[in-house]
C-alpha cells in the first residue's frame, strides 16, 4: 500500500445517506482521478460500486458513463 502524505487510506462501505468505516483512516482515493479525498470532503459516492468521487462531474461521468453537459 502506497502510503500518502495525507495519513493513512481508510476502508469504507459505502451507504445510501452515509458511510461505514471498515478500516480506519482519513481519507479515501477517487475511483475516476485517483485523487485523495479526505474524509471530511467526502460528499459523492455509489453504493452500488462502492466507489469514492472527488467531484459531482466525475460522480456522474462514473455512473452515467458520459461527462456531464457544460
Known amino acids: 500500500m502506497l502510503m500518502s502524505p495525507h495519513g493513512r487510506l481508510a476502508q469504507l462501505q459505502y451507504l445510501p445517506n452515509g458511510f461505514r468505516m471498515r478500516r480506519s483512516g482519513d481519507h479515501v482515493l477517487c475511483a475516476l482521478?485517483?485523487?485523495?479525498?479526505?474524509?471530511?470532503q467526502l460528499r459523492y459516492w455509489s453504493v452500488d460500486r462502492q466507489e469514492a468521487y472527488a467531484?459531482?462531474?466525475?460522480?456522474?461521468?462514473?455512473?452515467?458513463g458520459r461527462k456531464p453537459a457544460a
Open 55 to 64: 467531484s459531482c462531474a466525475l460522480a456522474v461521468e462514473a455512473i452515467c
Open 33 to 40: 482521478s485517483g485523487a485523495t479525498i479526505s474524509l471530511e
